[in-house]
């Protein structure tokens, strides 16, 4: 893989279209932050900030649920104002014309899907839905924003600092005087949807993932730096298999010795020049 001067990186992205025409797609963060959803990572592949919260956190102590359910209260509305940007809508005319094999993404956020994209995996779940880890009753996120606000009168708190998972910082708070709603059909505890960090993505989902892999005849990433192995293994395999593979990314990535054409760019921006 060379590096590619700014100045050519539409003509290379063009040339990469052109030559296939059964694409496998991998996005990440990089592809929401115009649509006012940060990433996690710095050019680097670094944390911004804290680490996201853990899955086993989650499941085993009520104290990190009413931590991440107080912050998620007030970073929920400002994901669920969040609109597709011009790299979604960009995505979903290139499926619309038949050249995308499979997008998998690896947000949480729903934009493809608001942008008109059909043939999406969520390979981390979606942040609209909360499920019950005992009876598996399915919520919508809204009607729990609700359950929340009743149970946390009076919780009302700036939302600044948000981060991909609708959680958000919320400063020096008490979090133990948050009360966390139990599942309105059994008690049960209540998740989002999510694969949170240290947690397994389901198995039927990453089977629909490689389906979409196997075939593919080339891999597009977009907006991810691929140091998480749920994404990064296709990556992987993709170059085990000698698929040409064009990655878009400001920084670098975990695959960089693999990629065959790697971009450092504004991956929303650049697509929509590309597939206009």
């Known amino acids: 893989m060379g590096a590619v001067a700014p100045a050519d990186h539409l003509h290379v992205l063009n040339d990469f279209l052109a030559a296939h025409d059964r694409l496998f797609v991998l996005t990440g963060a990089g592809i929401s932050t115009a649509s006012g959803i940060p990433d996690y990572r710095d050019r680097d592949g670094g944390w911004k900030g804290a680490t996201p919260i853990q899955h086993q956190e989650f499941v085993r102590q009520l104290s990190k649920r009413k931590r991440y359910w107080a912050r998620s209260l007030a970073g929920w509305p400002a994901v669920a104002r969040a609109r597709p ?4 809508q960009a995505l979903a005319r290139l499926a619309k014309g038949g050249r995308t094999e499979l997008l998998v993404t690896q947000n949480v956020d729903g934009l493809h899907q608001a942008a008109g994209q059909r043939a ?11 499920i019950c880890l005992q009876c598996d009753t399915r919520l919508a996120r809204r009607a729990v924003q609700d359950l929340l606000i009743e149970h946390n009168s009076g919780w009302l708190h700036d939302a600044a600092a948000i981060r991909p998972d609708g959680d958000i910082e919320l400063g020096d708070v008490d979090y133990e005087v948050f009360n966390v709603p139990d599942c309105p059909v059994c008690g049960g505890i209540l998740k989002p949807d999510v694969v949170f960090f240290g947690g397994a993505v389901p198995k039927p989902t990453v089977a ?22 749920s994404g990064f293994r296709f990556v992987r395999e993709a170059a085990r298999r000698g698929l040409p593979i064009m990655a878009i990314n400001r920084g670098r990535t975990r695959a960089d010795d693999l990629i065959t054409h790697k971009l450092d760019d504004d991956c929303g921006a650049l697509l929509s020049a590309a597939i206009a």
């Open 120 to 130: 999406v995996v969520d390979l981390h779940g979606r942040l609209d839905r909360v």
């Open 208 to 229: 629909r993932a490689w389906s979409g892999l196997e075939a593919a005849d080339a891999v597009l990433v977009a907006g991810s730096s691929l140091m998480v192995w």
């Open 85 to 88: 940007n011009a790299g979604h």
